[in-house]
């Protein structure tokens, strides 16, 4: 039960270097997100899809692009990195109703210095 | 905006007390409200999911209660193990919205 994957765990960027961070999903659920977690601050939506072939604007959307890929992998891409994307990014997938309880992933550590 | 807060920011307990944990939250209109346990480098983790008609939910260890008229709900931890270390998320949904506001959290460090 491998649930919701993120790579890769850790990584460390420069100030104008580009990154995807992946996510995949194994329960074949339609609705997927992208998350950054700050100290202090609760996690904030950054993009999420709704199902294949959509996805929508967050809270947070600026300097980020997703791709949903296909239903399995919806992925989040940092085309300029700037010390203020510094963050936690969490990867979720939603079961449908009437459960609608998000699953996450480990989650990605990025530093952009 | 909606916003939910959450209180104390983090507290310490010794192995085998209880505590409580607190959550105000403004969403509107309200649809339910999650507490969610985040482990030190994991994900969060579904605890409890309750909607506006339930005033108390138990997982275990773990009772949520819920007073809507108030707006607050409250987590409640009894006989703590040290595995109960973790950071404890209090999640609301607005109505017809799958978005969801999330607190910061209230980190709960248990001591032998």
């Known amino acids: 039960n491998a649930g919701v994957t993120q790579t890769p765990k850790f990584q460390v960027l420069k100030t104008g270097q580009s990154m995807t961070l992946q996510c995949a999903q194994d329960?074949?659920?339609?609705?997927m997100y992208w998350y950054r977690q700050d100290p202090g601050m609760g996690l904030r939506l950054i993009y999420y899809?709704?199902?294949?072939?959509?996805?929508d604007k967050g809270e947070v959307p600026n300097g980020y692009n997703v791709s949903r890929l296909n239903k399995r992998e919806f992925s989040l891409r940092l085309e300029s990195a700037a010390p203020s994307q510094t963050s936690v990014y969490f990867c979720?997938?939603?079961?449908?109703?009437?459960?609608?309880?998000?699953?996450f992933g480990a989650g990605t550590r990025l530093s952009v210095l | 905006k909606n916003q939910v807060e959450q209180s104390p920011q983090s507290l310490i307990i010794l192995e085998g007390k209880n505590c409580t944990l607190q959550?105000?939250?403004?969403?509107?209109?309200?649809?339910?409200l999650r507490w969610y346990k985040q482990d030190t480098g994991r994900g969060p983790v579904s605890l409890t999911i309750?909607?506006?008609?339930?005033n108390t939910k138990s997982n275990g260890r773990y009772t949520a209660t819920l007073d809507a008229d108030t707006k607050q709900s409250s987590l409640h931890i009894t006989a703590s193990q040290l595995s109960d270390s973790a950071s404890y998320i209090c999640?609301?949904?607005?109505?017809?919205?799958?978005?969801?506001?999330f607190g910061a959290g209230t980190t709960v460090t248990v001591r032998a």
């Open positions: 979720a997938s939603r079961a449908p109703p009437p459960l609608n309880i998000q699953y």
């Open positions: 329960m074949n659920h339609n609705s």
């Open positions: 899809s709704a199902s294949e072939g959509t996805t």
């Open positions: 959550c105000n939250y403004t969403v509107s209109p309200f649809s339910n």
């Open positions: 309750m909607t506006f008609s339930e």
């Open positions: 999640v609301v949904r607005v109505s017809n919205d799958y978005k969801l506001s």
